[in-house]
């Protein structure tokens, strides 16, 4: 039966302040009862404050076989790494 | 008879008690993994309930029995737990249905008690009242849901309403127990209470397209000891470890 329901993905926010990360994913009919589902399935141990729900068939992902033209040309720009400044102490943790 | 304040308690922790085993019944075999964790989930509030609610009894009977001696070691005819809570799950149908008409007299009964003279009592229920409210949003969202769904959705849940109507007379009903309790303002009077009941549960079987039956059969007597033949069960399944090995714990 769960098999009819549609698929959602679940990002649930910890905590103010923090953004919402996704947690997994669940079936549900409708939005309304992905949330109740989502409270029960991934809140239940009080890990959240807010939940978003999204059809999965909504989410465009990129392609694995993209990957290399999509990732790989900036395994080589070290540069783009803000690790040649010397973080002054007073500035704590970034 | 016994003291009317702790009867109230038995009756309202027994309730959850019985409820909750019969929610739990459910684990593992719910239609669908989302609805077995969220009765599951429900099952162990209402577990939660039932020990605030026993303790309280427990303590203002002031004869040192515990939450767990009032659970596991009274008989049938000491339980004072609606005979709807204990009919048994039969379909999903069957058990969203009985959900739902608890949490439909629950909610308004909670939301007079949180307004008690008593100051434990009003504790109690502020902090099961926010469960409850949970509990009804998803049953009532579920039986509109089914109700105005399918052709087969929705002569389960014709079914399940007609067989389990005569059984809301026990949810609603009260005596001269409630009666003094209710002049000290300990609980509500019950009219706003079955009032918030009919509203309830007229919009919610209107948007369901569901109709209560009117054969006018009434079940009542269990919150005075008289249950059906299946609270035997329960029990003998709930208790059989205590029984069997008693004091034993882990």
Known sequence: MST?????????RGQHGLSHRHV????????????????????????????????????????????????EPSESKIYRHPTFFEIPKEVGAM | MMDPFVTFCLRMGDNALILAQ??????????????????????LDLIGQTQLWLKLGGEAEGKGRSADDLAFLRTERQFTNCQLVEQPNVD??????????????HLPMLDGLTQSSDERVRAVSAKVIKEVRYHIDRSRDLVIGLG????????????????????????LASDEIDDDLTA???????????EAFNAETAATFAAATLTVPHT??????????????????????????????????W
């Open chain 2, 22 to 43: 019969r929610t739990g019944e459910w684990c593992g075999h719910a239609p669908a993994l989302e609805e077995d964790i969220a009765f599951a989930n429900m099952g």
């Open chain 1, 24 to 71: 997994g994913s669940l079936h549900a009919p409708d939005a309304e009862m992905a949330i109740r589902n989502a409270r029960d399935v991934y809140t239940r141990r009080n890990e959240g404050l807010s939940i978003w729900v999204v059809p999965s068939v909504e989410i465009t992902a990129s392609s694995p076989e993209e990957a290399g033209q999509l990732f």
């Open chain 1, 4 to 12: 009819e329901w549609p698929l959602w993905e679940v990002f649930i």
């Open chain 2, 184 to 194: 000290r303002g300990v609980i509500p009077d019950p009219a706003p209470v079955i």
């Open chain 2, 148 to 171: 105005d769904g399918t052709d087969e959705s929705r002569a389960r849940m014709q079914g399940a309403l007609d067989e389990l109507w005569p059984f809301t007379a026990d949810l």
């Open chain 2, 92 to 105: 999903f149908a069957h058990a969203l249905m009985r959900q739902y008409l608890f949490d439909a007299w």
């Open chain 2, 216 to 249: 006018g059969l009434t079940r009542t007597g269990g919150r005075n000891g008289i249950h059906t033949e299946h609270m035997g069960f329960i029990l003998a399944e709930m208790q059989y470890l205590q029984r069997t090995y008693p004091g034993v714990s």
